[in-house]
């Protein structure tokens, strides 16, 4: 036994070496293709600077959304520990419910005669949605699971995912469905310079409002506290008479209605919808909130935004630098590398994790 | 209605204070609960109804004229929540289990009936408001199927009714027929159902083996069984199960008291029959059963790979496919003439030395990031390099070398050159089956010396904790490497021999589809079981291929699979011992420390003595 000591030692310490010399090399071969990226593209001078501006508010309006979608996986990372995968899906449901809504105001004119009343109506309809098909899926498939190993309820939520996509695509069917035109929302608007879309405008609007109403509902309201204190400790959250159940139904609720508004948003930009449509979104939402630091409010807007811009400056700034062709097919890799190298660098997300310690 | 049917509690008569020694029944069949299962039943006959399911599955004939398979869904669902619903409830510590009864009757019927209520609702709203718009499956035709397809629409629904409350009245039912009986209704219906659903299997081995005779008999031209076929398939498996389960204990023992060289020639005689049979079954069942044994073997491939990843290793991938792509686009590259740069148009077997390289250096890529991260993260990390994976193949970047959307086209098949010297050609489904079959046997051997070996207990050691694993002196690192690269390996084997076989391979063949499906397997099967894994290959993939015209349905199924088992089993039909073990432990624990109460119990009133508080 003595003998062996010494050397566990050491290969303890050349393991420890093997995955940090590894981690080392990937950071600065990261450094070295953004920052030779960067300057090979801004040097060659092919975009504007207008067009540079449009890229900027692209990756807002886009970043926005993905943060009201990440709330969805910061609220319920945070009281249940673990990822619901099924969020992009639920997400789609409210996007795709809301068509329906918004196709029947169209055929009866009311669409483009009360564009305000009518975007309100879809906003609560897919809102509404969302949020009651987030508290089934808890109720069916989570609720049963609260002390199971931490892989089940993933897995679960990943059965969860498809049963939504395809229960959806026998209900509503397969083909992609496109909202009815808003004439009041379309052409552009011009603020400080910047040429803004107007549904990127009213996007950027809207995400701010739902951010507001967010952090004042879990910061100033009963239920928010409720929220936080389940968040922080189950048992001792139940002790002290928080109906814990009932928080996580609120939680859910809260997330999918988030998820649902944010599905109105994304319908308004990219006017499509079908079955598949909350898949890539979601995961990009994860990545967002986990940008921003899982469990944690504020770092699920600022990882939102920051991959947004990430990933609509990323391809044109990096990748066509580098001299990759079609830079453009490439932004769902750019998304998925940031993920992949913001778990790998900074795991706790650029604001830190909210997280008890032994949920870490 | 069903309301006025519920006016006795759910409780039994208060039971008067008893002496200790008198036994306590526990409480039987709630009608209460009856009432939900009926609701629940009725909500997902509708959603069944909704989605277009009936409409599509009714094509499928399981017996011409008399059944076919929306039908089987429509009654199936009924009795299966007639049967959970008044089976009777676990009797709780100190009290005996109530007697099986009416209350059993009267509780499937109840199901029954409130369910086909449900429904009957639903056609009648249908026939009123018109939905067709939003739910584009709720058409007239579907209204006129649930009503039996009757002319007269009143008398179809009053049927629809019936059958439903008679199958749920027959699954009520089942709680109390004597377990011989139960499982010889049971097998046999199962039985008809599957030779009828599976009808082109069991055409082609009977056409295969030359008995014409019987594939007439039971199969109807039209699709589906003959009445008198289905019969015969009921008597048969009905009484093979009886006799099973009336006298299977006696045959065992008889067969145990064999003398040694007796039971030895039985055993042997067997699994020599069995292989005999399994050499000739390719040939036997044709190119398109053998096709589908084909994808059931390299998906069990894959299954086996990401049964040491998943199973053994517990880490969860979600991005396996990308191995899959690594070996089948290697592979591509190496042999194939119409590869867009690099064509060194090497045989098959020269190419896999480096599909195998090209594969660990995939699973090293992947694993070596990961090392450090949890479990949940580790899963979406992995499906981002999945489709990572799968968006680089597809770009324009990548075009010049892998052939972008196009893909690569003319991968020959494999030869081997027998003694003198003459190549045998792997080009038609049958042929490629003995391969596949051949990787399957090797890769299932692998993985099972791998189990238990020493990598192997370092695997499950740190499936269960890794920090304890780490302290006892378990090299993380270097398992999880292993793990990665193992798992890689065996799918990239698969993706070889997709290949080969397909001819010409694309991106999109490539999605995350792929993953999930394996996923699903070794969950079904049971995680870090290798016969779970065969299993859950064959009925997961095989099944699908066979029913490809439900192609539509075969990912809901999936989800809802994937949902009922976490719920229910998570170990996997098959459930490898230590899985089972980690999932179950507290139950086990409970029950040890139950029968040493007992055992203590028993032992002190043996003795005279006061049993120990």
Known sequence: ?360 | MAEAMNPTPSTPPAVPPVPDEAVRVAPGISYRKAFRYGMIGGLVLITFATIGALQTFQTKSIINGELNLGYLGLGLLPLIMGLLAARMPEAKEGYVQAKPGPRNLIAGLMVGFVSGELLLDFALFVQVVNIRPVFINVSPQMASLIAFGQANQANGLALLLLTTTILGGIGGLLEVLPKAWRSALVGGLTWVVMVGLFDVVFSAFFRGAKLQQIDSFLYSAAGGLHLNGAMLVFIVAASLYFVRESQGKAIGRRYRQLPDPARRSVKYGGLAALVLILLILPELLGPFISEVLDLVGIYMLMGLGLNIVVGLAGLLDLGYVAFFAVGAYTTAVLTSPASPAVAPELTFWLAIPFVLLAAALAGLIVGTPVLRMRGDYLAIVTLGFGEIARLLVTSAWFKPLLGGAQGILKIPAIVIHDFVGAPIVFNTPPKVLYLVALFCLIAAYVSWRLKDSRVGRAWMAMREDEDVAEAMGVNIVEAKLKAFITGAVLASIGGALFATKIGSIFPNSFNIIVSITVLVIIIVGGMGSIPGVVVGAFVLEGVPQLLREFQDFQFLAYGILLIIMMLYRPEGLIPSREWARELHEEEMSQDAWLKDVKQQDDEAAESGAPAAD
Do not use: C
């Open chain 1, 1 to 360: 036994m003595q003998k062996s000591l010494p050397q566990a030692e050491k290969r303890g310490f050349i393991q420890a070496n093997f995955v940090g010399i590894m981690i080392w090399l990937l950071r600065i071969v990261t450094v070295v293709i953004v920052a030779w990226g960067a300057y090979n593209s801004i040097s060659s001078g092919t975009y504007s600077l207008s067009q540079w501006k449009d890229l900027v508010i692209f990756g807002l309006a886009q970043g926005g959304m993905y943060g009201l979608i990440a709330l969805g996986y910061t609220l319920i990372y945070g009281i249940l520990g673990f990822i619901n995968f099924a969020h992009g899906d639920i997400f789609m449901s409210g996007m795709m419910v809301g068509y329906f809504v918004a196709d029947d105001l169209n055929s009866l004119g009311f669409w483009n005669a009360h564009p305000v009343f009518s975007l309100l109506i879809i906003l609560a309809v897919s809102m509404a949605t969302s949020s009651l098909v987030a508290v089934i899926i808890e109720r069916i498939a989570y609720k049963p699971l609260r002390n199971a190993p931490r892989l089940i309820p993933l897995i679960t939520s990943i059965g969860a995912s498809f049963s939504l996509e395809y229960l959806f695509k026998g209900l509503f069917g397969a083909a992609a469905k496109s909202y009815p035109d808003m004439t009041s929302i379309d052409g552009f608007l011009n603020i400080g310079g910047f040429h803004i879309l107007k549904t990127q405008a009213l996007v950027l609007g809207g995400v701010l409002v739902m951010m507001v109403f967010l952090y004042w509902f879990v910061e100033h309201t009963r239920a928010g506290k409720s929220i936080r204190a389940v968040a922080e400790d189950k048992e001792i959250a139940a002790l002290m008479g928080v109906n814990v159940e009932r928080t996580i139904i609120i939680t859910f609720a809260l997330g999918g209605a988030m998820a649902g508004a944010a599905g109105l948003f994304y319908a308004l930009v990219f006017n499509q919808v079908y079955f598949l449509a909350g898949f890539v979104p979601g995961i990009k939402a994860f990545t967002a909130a986990v940008l921003g630091g899982i469990g944690n409010i504020p770092g699920a807007m600022v990882g939102g935004v920051t991959l947004g811009l990430l990933e609509s400056l990323g391809p044109v700034l990096i990748l066509a630098g580098l001299g990759i062709p079609s830079p453009h097919q490439l932004s769902d890799v750019v998304a998925f590398a940031v993920l992949t190298l913001v778990l790998i660098f900074r795991p706790t997300g650029l604001l830190g994790e909210r997280l008890s310690q032994e949920k870490a």
